[in-house]
């Protein structure tokens, strides 16, 4: 939608550069784009992953829309990114009781969130989007996009995650967060 706001990366490769040899082959999960350029979709083996990690950001619109991202992980701390047109500008990160946490999940499969496409797009840039990016405790993966039209459960998600938010008692700001899902 704002492709001025993006910053292109290219990458030159020479024609001397060595070729380092293929890694062993991992068990593959369902291929999907990253929900952002933030979250990346790498395929991991069971034995990497973490007990689970669930991340949704919101998009900008052209107006006044909220442009954030919060990821909750399993052991109930919360990472928080406010961009723009939110309370809280900057990253921060805090914690959530347990229950809660569970509770999360358990939505999650109750959706049938891996049933999901890929993305729900309608095509009109100045809608806000919301990504999302599930890594279940298997090391299994998805990224979902939308911006439009969403499958059903997507807004009461969206509910438990602010809901989540609101419930952060001890919002403590960073400077350099570590970044979930397998960077």
């Known amino acids: 939608a704002c492709s001025g706001s993006k910053e292109a990366k290219e990458t030159k490769v020479e024609a001397t550069t060595p070729q380092t040899p293929e890694k062993p082959e991992v068990p593959k999960t369902e291929a999907i784009a990253p929900a952002s350029t933030d979250m990346k979709d790498a395929p991991m083996n069971s034995s990497e992953a973490p007990a689970w990690v669930f991340t949704m950001e919101r998009t900008p619109c052209f107006g006044k829309c909220p442009w954030d991202s919060f990821t909750v992980r399993a052991d109930g701390t919360i990472l928080y990114t406010g961009k723009r047109d939110v309370e809280r500008i900057g990253t921060y990160t805090g914690s959530i009781d347990l229950d809660l946490v569970a509770d999360l999940r358990k939505q999650l499969d109750e959706i049938g969130y891996f049933d999901w496409d890929a993305e729900y797009d309608a095509n009109i840039s100045d809608l806000p989007g919301i990504n999302l990016r599930y890594m279940a405790k298997d090391g299994s993966a998805k990224a979902v996009s939308i911006?439009?039209?969403?499958?059903?459960?997507?807004?009461?998600?969206?509910?438990?995650?602010?809901?989540?938010?609101?419930?952060v008692k001890d919002w403590e700001k960073v400077d350099d967060p570590e970044v979930p899902h397998n960077e």
Do not use: D, F, K, W
């Open 147 to 167: 911006r439009g039209e969403a499958p059903t459960g997507t807004e009461h998600l969206n509910n438990v995650m602010l809901g989540l938010y609101e419930s």
